[in-house]
């Protein structure tokens, strides 16, 4: 589904790159760096150099998956974390969720990430979010579908337009220093 996403905001303009949370040492806890060999600070880094991001999670018994909840988890420590104006470090960067799983739970798992992310300071666009829910209990997974569905497809490219309409805007204009 990120893939997905990624190649509708490319569609827009957007240049892009793919992190696999997963793949890293990213220790657990609420802070900037927990020390001993954390990979976090690097990812917060090109999260910082980012103007979008696309947090995409499995549904994992109704929820968002542990990775996807330690990424919310380690972005708390920037809530007290400001720029030289005294905003919310995380101000002007616009962020998406994709969720995908063979279970009900999107709307929900939706709903939680964005509302953290929105505390954090990112900016959520109109439709910032997309899902595919596969038949319940069944074996078939996103990646396994031969052809992206019609829905989910258009709403991947609204999703993308919005994201980088809104990102373009807060580039041209930030939110107003305190």
């Not at 960067?93 to 995908?100: E, M, R, Y």
């Not at 990112?122 to 569905?149: H, R, S």
């Not at 991947?156 to 305190?178: D, F, I, S, T």
């Given at each position: 589904?990120?893939?997905?996403?990624?190649?509708?905001?490319?569609?827009?303009?957007?240049?892009?790159?793919?992190?696999?949370v997963?793949?890293?040492?990213?220790?657990?806890?609420?802070?900037?760096d927990?020390?001993?060999?954390?990979?976090w600070?690097s990812?917060?880094?090109?999260?910082?150099?980012?103007d979008?991001?696309?947090?995409?999670?499995?549904?994992?018994?109704?929820?968002?998956?542990?990775?996807?909840q330690?990424?919310?988890?380690?972005l708390?420590?920037?809530?007290?974390?400001?720029?030289?104006?005294?905003?919310?470090?995380?101000?002007?960067?616009?962020?998406?969720?994709?969720?995908?799983?063979?279970?009900?739970?999107?709307?929900?798992t939706?709903?939680?990430?964005?509302?953290?992310?929105n505390?954090?300071?990112?900016?959520?666009p109109?439709?910032?979010?997309?899902?595919?829910?596969?038949?319940?209990?069944?074996?078939?997974?996103?990646?396994?579908l031969?052809?992206?569905?019609?829905?989910?497809?258009?709403?991947?490219?609204?999703?993308?337009?919005?994201a980088?309409?809104?990102?373009?805007?807060?580039?041209?204009?930030?939110?107003?220093?305190?």
């Amino acid at each position: 589904m990120a893939r997905h996403i990624l190649d509708a905001l490319e569609e827009n303009g957007v240049s892009t790159s793919c992190l696999r949370v997963v793949d890293y040492d990213v220790k657990r806890g609420v802070q900037i760096d927990m020390g001993n060999g954390d990979q976090w600070p690097s990812i917060r880094e090109q999260i910082l150099a980012a103007d979008i991001l696309v947090l995409s999670t499995p549904i994992w018994l109704g929820h968002p998956c542990s990775v996807a909840q330690q990424v919310m988890e380690r972005l708390d420590a920037d809530l007290s974390e400001t720029d030289d104006q005294g905003r919310p470090i995380m101000y002007g960067k616009v962020a998406t969720i994709a969720v995908v799983g063979n279970e009900d739970g999107a709307h929900k798992t939706i709903a939680d990430m964005m509302q953290g992310l929105n505390d954090i300071g990112f900016t959520i666009p109109a439709q910032g979010a997309t899902y595919w829910v596969g038949e319940a209990m069944q074996t078939v997974d996103f990646k396994d579908l031969d052809k992206v569905p019609d829905p989910v497809a258009s709403t991947n490219a609204g999703l993308a337009r919005n994201a980088a309409h809104l990102a373009w805007v807060l580039r041209k204009q930030q939110y107003p220093a305190e």
